[in-house]
């Protein structure tokens, strides 16, 4: 393993996380029509990866979103870069992201999404960086808590790099 890493999450417990959340959804969201709704770039790999675990059908998309990175923007604090273009009037939505840290990804996009009217919308996270919340948002299925380390692997990325380890680690400090 990179020197620069320390192992979090080895890539078998990621699979049994995974296989959980999967399994809830399939029996929460049986007979229902899912549409699950990717943020990339980070969550692209959980996406997959869920969507082969659950055992119902469903339906994919993406979005992207870009924070403005900026506490002092009073008038919202992201941007959707990436837009689906279908109506989600009616439909059941997931939101699929890989990790929830401050909330204002998950908030800005259960907002814009819930004024297109759909039936029902969720979120799923595959890790919860509880500490850093800055915002409240109700996210149905979480998979692990996570440390307030900065943290790569498995779509996570430091400058786009390390998204397609199969495991979770942290960074250390000296290699950011
Ligand atoms: C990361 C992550 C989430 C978001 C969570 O994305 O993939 O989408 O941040 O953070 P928040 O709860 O503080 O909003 P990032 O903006 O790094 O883009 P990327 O997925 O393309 O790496």
Avoid: W
Avoid at 18 to 41: F, N
Avoid at 75 to 96: C, K
Avoid at 104 to 113: A, P, Q
Avoid at 142 to 167: C, E, H, K, M, T
């Amino acid at each position: 393993m990179d020197e620069d890493l320390e192992m979090l999450i080895p890539e078998e417990t990621i699979r049994e996380l995974v296989a959980g959340l999967a399994q809830r959804i399939s029996r929460d969201y049986a007979g229902k029509d899912v549409l699950l709704i990717s943020v990339l770039k980070g969550a692209a790999i959980f996406t997959t990866d869920l969507m082969r675990a659950m055992t119902i059908p469903s339906t994919i998309e993406f979005v992207q979103v870009s924070s403005y990175g900026n506490d002092t923007v009073s008038s919202g604090t992201a941007t959707m870069t990436r837009d689906i273009n279908q109506d989600i009037r009616g439909r059941h939505i997931l939101l699929v992201d890989c990790i929830i840290d401050t909330g204002e990804t998950l908030r800005f996009l259960f907002n814009t999404l819930n004024k297109r009217n759909p039936s029902s919308i969720e979120a799923v996270v595959l890790l919860d960086k509880k500490a850093r919340r800055k915002t409240a948002v109700q996210v149905k299925y979480i998979g692990i808590d996570a440390p307030d380390a900065f943290l790569v692997g498995y779509g996570l990325d430091s400058a786009d790099q390390y998204r397609n380890l199969p495991y979770i680690a942290a960074l250390k400090p000296d290699a950011r």
